[in-house]
């Protein structure tokens, strides 16, 4: 009975699991780069003095940082043993319906090309896409920020390759 119960409560957290969204953000204006799951870890991306950035990994009960670009120092004397790595071809339908599993939250580019000719070329066509698609901003103040919230949750992404 003990171990049934056990075995429901197991299910029932898998199954959670599948509806927790995932949000992907970055803001180049306040230096802000994360992906959460929202309520259970969060991986932060901050600059560092040592190295040029580095991970912070906060969960329920556990924070740990460490930089990913740091070479690790391995044994001597040990030859590595070259695996041959199988190709995994995805096809383009399989990718197409992928992305459009995420839903994009907020979305605000504000550039400045450093050319004040090419940037009034581009200030009509930033005009249509802040209109139909998302907020694009033409500036002419040598400033340029990408504001992005991304969100997606584990049942969809499975869809996308399950369905159709």
Not at 20 to 26: A, E, K, M, N, W
Not at 150 to 157: D, E, G, H, L, Q
């Amino acid at each position: 009975m003990l171990l049934t119960v056990i075995l429901l409560l197991l299910v029932l957290f898998v199954v959670a699991l599948l509806f927790v969204p995932i949000q992907l953000y970055v803001n180049t204006d306040t230096s802000e780069y994360y992906i959460r799951v929202v309520g259970l870890a969060r991986a932060n991306l901050e600059p560092d003095k040592k190295e040029l950035f580095r991970v912070r990994l906060k969960t329920l009960f556990f924070e740990h940082s460490f930089y990913p670009l740091k070479k690790k120092v391995g044994k001597k004397g040990k030859t590595a043993k070259h695996k041959t790595k199988r190709k995994r071809n995805i096809r383009f339908k399989n990718f197409v319906r992928l992305l459009r599993s995420f839903e994009v939250r907020r979305f605000l580019l504000d550039i400045d090309t450093g050319d004040f000719v090419f940037n009034a070329k581009m200030y009509p066509i930033f005009v249509l896409l802040n209109r139909y698609v998302a907020s694009f901003h033409i500036n002419f103040r040598d400033k340029n920020i990408l504001v992005m919230d991304i969100r997606n949750r584990p049942y969809k992404i499975i869809r996308s390759f399950i369905n159709y």
